[in-house]
């Protein structure tokens, strides 16, 4: 095939470049928009301050599954462990008094469980989905016979002095920073990408899928480790209503914020964070504009169906078929 | 306006793919009662015109009538119950449902019975058509899974036939068939000349054209460079048509330079679940070590054995320093390269981009600083290949399913080739590829050759193992039956005397 003379606009829509960067375009847009409908007041530093906050539990949880996504893996246990993570983590933390014990125990147990899904999927040979729709109804259950109807709560000067230290920033920022080295400039991320692409072929490049699905679950479960601390912080404490859809906003913040729900080639580490603020954006502005919470909810999943039908859809200049 | 004779007409087509032209102003008509051929590299666009015909996709610009009515299928099925079918490049059957399912495939109301299908009405009438078309290697009632490559590639050519097209066309089949696969579609392709129906037919294989078709019709870079009768056949001109150079002779090695002592990797009473049966083979550095045999011989899972795909239930394969391939890992860590026959579905990430795909065995040579990845080095790596093996593509970032077959399959080459393995262990590597891509992958393997490397090439064309190899080992039944060195000079009906 010959090249023709490009044709500008088609070339910059085909770009990688432009996939890239239109989900932050749709995060300004939408900020904008939610800006002009509540008369600014979604967009004052207040208002916007809290959205950044409210962002980062989901922003940290999902930029460690983005390494399970980019596999091409769905998991949906990153909401339950993150939760029972910060149950007993607050729950040890309140025993010893010490926020040592807090991280340890917060970012160790996300591991573990993490850890007992990628080996159940991988030991069994079961898909990483089934086992975590298990996942995440036996962790649901655990949080609830362990606090029943009650919460456990972190003494308020110590979330006070925690959010003066500004540990969440600090604490997303870690483990952004690691993410990004780990996705893009290790074979850990390239791995990954190319097991979601195709994992027969990737297998047989010499690139194990069981070894980097355990690596994605280790680090996804220390993003949920660190974002049981973060929504403990957020929150000052944790009962069986505590963010009950983290893991469907973990889902949809990644594919807003430009991640294909099929892994593979188009796979972003900081689609989380993206998607997060995103996810938060849309929640508050069509709270603010006066949305019943219902509605909201509906619009959350059919903006994800959207979504995923669209990442299904081929652009259209690029596959040719055979010549 | 066209004449009774003429079934098809394509008038001033364009095809674009975004900022690729794959049809530029195409126009030609196709006759009742003959075998057209459609020849050309990889990516001249053959393909394209052909599922335009048949429904799979949409012409850019242009027309085409069909029995001298303005033709535009929306479908494959619309162009299947007119009268048009093809038979596609890569599988086009699905493995988890039965044979006779997959010939009715999307015509399941034919077998409505109130609200149920009649299963069993539909596998009769699916064993009445094999039956009619001579096919008893395997039943309706079968499993498609179950059966290779070469019998899926057989249920698709009956599910064409059944609807009894008026236009058949065969886009690259006969490179998934052996001997008598092949001997089975040119039966099935001669019935339709017979019958005053039309066969287009696209391939690779520059005798097999000359010898089945009437008219042979050349594509280059989406623009047909001419039509040729049969009289005026002659192979270095179509060549030279095809590639718009001069590519004269023979392609494959003329030396006879022979190749060391050292054995570089060895199979020792290797024995698999299905295929493989106390096989024992060595490989030297700086050999060419071809294998063949008929279908079913088991020759396509000795590469996957060696590589440590296929589990090996008795026996081992090492490389020099001892070390037991059980794994792709362990090979590839001992500078082993494979290339499957399923180029699509095993050696591409197809939606990967191509730098995605040829960096995947550069990992650790392209890192720095312990594990972090060198963008310039890997750019280097993947550049150098692009360049190197002339692969045609818009740039690095586009998904390698932009590509045609002979690029993508310079990319599996690509990958291999910048890991710098010593030894190669190539399926079919020159399946699908055309005449250019095929020379100049010849002289790779020569240029390796000499450099020392070992290559195992696994070929269903006993051309390709009589130019190539320095030792052919025959298969039978899991098993080499045969040794012929190239000294001896073997011809293809010694071979194929030598497989029976």
């Given amino acids: ?323 | 306006m066209a004449d009774q004779q003429t079934i098809l007409e394509v008038i001033h087509m364009d095809k674009n793919f975004g900022v690729t032209v794959a049809l530029n102003d195409v126009s030609f008509s196709l006759e009742r009662g003959h075998v057209y051929g459609l020849i050309g590299e990889n990516g001249s666009g053959k393909s394209t015109v052909s599922s335009i015909i048949a429904g799979m996709q949409t012409a850019t610009k242009g027309d085409m009538t069909y029995k001298g009515q303005p033709w535009k299928p929306t479908s494959m099925l619309e162009a299947q119950e007119h009268g048009i079918g093809m038979i596609v490049q890569e599988a086009g059957t699905i493995p988890n449902i039965t044979v006779a399912e997959n010939i009715f495939l999307g015509h399941e109301k034919m077998f409505k019975k109130g609200p149920f299908i009649d299963r069993a009405g539909l596998t009769n009438k699916a064993q009445a058509l094999l039956d009619e078309l001579g096919i008893k290697e395997f039943k309706a009632s079968d499993r498609t899974g179950k059966l290779d490559m070469q019998m899926r590639k057989i249920i698709e050519i009956a599910k064409c036939m059944y609807w009894k097209p008026e236009i058949l066309i065969v886009d690259e089949t006969s490179t998934a068939l052996s001997l008598e696969g092949r001997q089975f579609l040119y039966k099935v392709m001669a019935n339709q000349r017979k019958e005053n129906k039309t066969v287009m037919f696209i391939s690779h294989d520059l005798d097999e054209m000359m010898e089945h078709c009437d008219k042979l019709t050349v594509l280059r870079d989406g623009v047909i460079i001419g039509t040729l009768d049969k009289s005026e056949y002659e192979p270095n001109r179509i060549r030279q048509m095809m590639v718009g150079r001069e590519l004269k002779g023979d392609y494959y090695r003329s030396d006879y330079e022979g190749y060391s002592d050292e054995v570089v990797l060895t199979a020792k009473d290797v024995t698999t679940l299905e295929d493989l049966l106390c096989l024992n083979l060595e490989l030297h550095k700086g050999e060419i070590l071809g294998i063949g045999g008929l279908a079913e011989c088991g020759m396509h899972t000795v590469g996957k054995a060696l590589f440590g795909i296929e589990k090996v239930l008795d026996g081992e394969v090492r490389v020099k320093d001892g070390t037991v391939i059980k794994s792709p890992r362990v090979a590839i860590d001992h500078r082993m390269a494979y290339v499957s026959k399923n180029r699509d579905t095993e050696s591409l990430g197809l939606s990967g981009t191509i730098a995605e795909n040829i960096a995947s065995t550069g990992y650790k040579v392209n890192a720095v600083l312990g594990n972090l990845i060198s963008f310039k080095k890997e750019a280097r790596y993947v550049d150098k290949q692009i360049e190197d093996l002339q692969i045609k593509c818009a740039g690095k970032n586009y998904m390698v399913n932009t590509l045609s077959g002979g690029n993508k399959q310079k990319v599996v080459f690509g990958k291999w080739v910048a890991s710098d393995a010593e030894i190669l262990v190539l399926d079919c590597p020159t399946r699908g590829i055309d005449v250019g891509v095929k020379a100049s992958m010849y002289k790779l393997f020569t240029e390796m050759k000499r450099a020392g490397k070992s290559i195992l090439l696994i070929s269903e064309e006993l051309q390709e193992l009589i130019g190539m190899c320095d030792r052919i080992l025959i298969m039978k039944d899991g098993q080499v039956t045969r040794e012929v060195m190239r000294a001896e000079n073997p011809t293809e009906s010694s071979l194929i005397d030598y497989m029976i």
């Fill in chain 1, 1 to 323: 095939m010959e090249k023709k003379k490009a044709n500008p606009i088609k070339k910059i829509l085909e770009s990688r470049l432009f996939s890239q960067i239109m989900p932050v375009g749709l995060l300004i847009v939408l900020t904008l928009v939610f800006g002009v409908i509540t008369k600014g007041r979604l967009t004052n530093p207040a208002s916007l301050k809290i959205i950044v906050e409210q962002a980062l539990v989901v922003a940290t949880v999902s930029t460690g599954g983005a390494f399970i996504f980019a596999s091409g893996n769905v998991s949906l246990s990153l909401g339950a462990t993150t939760i029972l993570t910060a149950t007993l983590a607050l729950m040890a933390y309140n025993a010893t008094g010490s926020l040592v014990v807090l991280f340890v125990v917060a970012i160790g147990l996300g591991v573990i469980l993490m850890t007992i899904s990628a080996l159940l999927s991988t030991a069994l040979g079961v898909r990483v989905m089934y086992v975590t729709i298990v996942m995440m109804t036996l962790l649901s259950a655990l949080q609830q016979a362990i606090l029943g109807g009650a919460t456990v709560s972190m003494p308020y000067e110590v979330v006070q002095a925690l959010v003066q230290g500004k540990v969440m920033y600090i604490g997303f920022g870690l483990f952004f920073v690691v993410c990004v080295v780990l996705f893009h400039f290790t074979d850990i991320g390239r791995s990954l990408r190319f097991i979601g692409t195709n994992n027969l072929c990737a297998e047989q490049t010499g690139i194990s899928k069981s070894k980097y699905l355990l690596i994605a679950f280790l680090i996804a479960g220390v993003g949920c480790g660190i974002g049981a601390v973060l929504a403990i912080i957020r929150g000052g404490s944790i009962g069986t209503s505590t963010l009950p859809s983290l893991n469907m906003d973990c889902m949809l913040a990644l594919v807003l914020g430009g991640m294909s729900i099929f892994g593979g080639s188009k796979s972003y580490v900081y689609s989380g964070v993206v998607g997060a603020l995103t996810v938060v954006v849309l929640n508050q502005g069509l709270l603010m504009a006066g949305v019943d919470s219902t509605i909201i909810q509906a619009i959350r999943g059919v903006a994800f169906l959207a979504l995923v039908t669209v990442s299904q859809v081929r652009p259209k200049g690029l596959p040719a078929p055979e010549g």
